[in-house]
């Protein structure tokens, strides 16, 4: 491919590997911080991390204290609720520890508590006119990279629409990358998140805004992802491939800031909003006729076998068999009738925009027939 023109400007440190938890206070020292607020769910809460972080930060002379309610896929009632409990305790500063959900309401939270409004104010980006609070962000999942993208995906409380809201005041200072924190997965969440994380590497491979700089982190995205999670589903408790499956959703989430994505994230978001589907899930039985449907651009189907030596539509749908995970949307309850409204609302998603090949309505259609 030609070396398509780009301008990163980096706004994250990374740190990588196991036991850089024990690290948090004195970086959130260096950045200033003095009173912190942990964003946080309750699995993460009752896996007692939230307990060793706020234990940690209090060994560093740093004040804390946690949120611990933030449910999947966020609403802005979430947000609302963990920016009271911020102005209750003063804070100066905010820390995400745990999936995507929790780093998007921590930063949903820092929109609000520092320029004031509603979320809803902040839908685009680049919408926030005043410093934003310092943020580290701590993945205990290795998803949706939302530790090295300055976004936050929140819904509307009452349309079930999803904002992207996003802008660089809003990036994490520091994203804390500790495979150890993520042993402790349920099957589930492992399997879903990792599937999330492999469509973010092969969707921001082929976006029509993908550049030479993001093309390196979903190529590595993929290398590292496509090789840990087989490992991980046989072997749950190795470390190592823990720690290939983080830092490949790290560089995944990366490139989305570059590159974006495209449709399966589209159709994904409907089949979420009325069918309840796990966006994980989501994702991954809508990707391999997403990229059939791409492959039908040349310079598309040759990026997708540079990144696989074979079909690598069937290969996404082996690891979805692998996982024992749904390969046919008509597990959920889809049915024809469904289709026409589906399609309706993927083509409103911000990602149909980037895909390689645009879509019309009736391709989504087709897309959804094709999962069905």
């Known amino acids: 491919m030609s070396l398509l023109p780009f301008d990163h400007q980096p706004r994250t440190r990374l740190i990588f590997g196991n036991g850089t938890l024990a690290r948090l206070g004195e970086l959130v020292r260096d950045l200033g911080g003095r009173r912190a607020l942990i964003v946080s769910d309750p699995g993460i809460v009752k896996a007692g991390y939230v307990t060793r972080a706020i234990s940690i930060l209090i060994g560093a002379g740093v004040e804390a204290r946690a949120f611990g309610e933030v449910r999947e896929n966020p609403s802005t009632e979430d947000v609302d609720r963990c920016v009271a409990v911020a102005k209750e305790f003063k804070i100066d500063f905010i820390i995400g520890l745990g999936g995507g959900s929790s780093m998007d309401t921590a930063k949903g939270c820092n929109f609000i508590l520092s320029n004031g409004g509603r979320m809803h104010d902040y839908w685009g980006t680049g919408k926030a006119t005043k410093p934003m609070l310092p943020m580290i962000a701590i993945p205990t999942t290795s998803g949706t990279g939302s530790e090295c993208q300055s976004y936050a995906l929140i819904s509307d409380a009452e349309t079930h629409v999803k904002m992207a809201c996003g802008d660089p005041k809003a990036a994490a200072k520091v994203a804390i990358l500790d495979p150890e924190l993520t042993v402790s997965q349920p099957h589930r969440v492992t399997v879903c998140t990792g599937i999330d994380a ?111 030596d074979g079909d690598l539509a069937d290969r996404v749908t082996e690891l979805l068999w692998e996982a024992k995970m749904p390969t046919k949307i008509s597990h959920y309850g889809v049915t024809e009738n469904d289709l026409p409204a589906l399609a309706e609302m993927a083509m409103k998603q911000w990602t149909a925009q980037f895909n390689p090949r645009s879509l019309k309505l009736d391709d989504f259609k087709a897309l959804y027939r094709a999962a069905l």
Request: glycine share 8%; with cysteine.
């Open 198 to 308: 492999i469509s973010h590497a092969l969707e921001t491979a082929v976006t029509n805004k993908r550049n030479a700089f993001s093309t390196v982190f979903s190529r590595e995205g993929f290398r590292l992802l496509h090789a840990g999670f087989s490992r991980v589903l046989r072997e749950p408790k190795n470390v190592d491939a823990r720690g290939m499956m983080l830092l490949g959703a790290a560089y995944a989430g990366t490139a989305i800031e570059g590159s974006m994505l495209g449709a399966a994230h589209s159709c994904a978001n409907p089949l979420t909003a009325k069918f309840n589907v796990v966006h994980g899930e989501a994702v991954g039985v809508m990707l391999p006729h997403v990229i059939r449907f791409n492959s039908a651009v040349s310079e598309i189907a040759a990026i997708y076998e540079s990144y696989f």
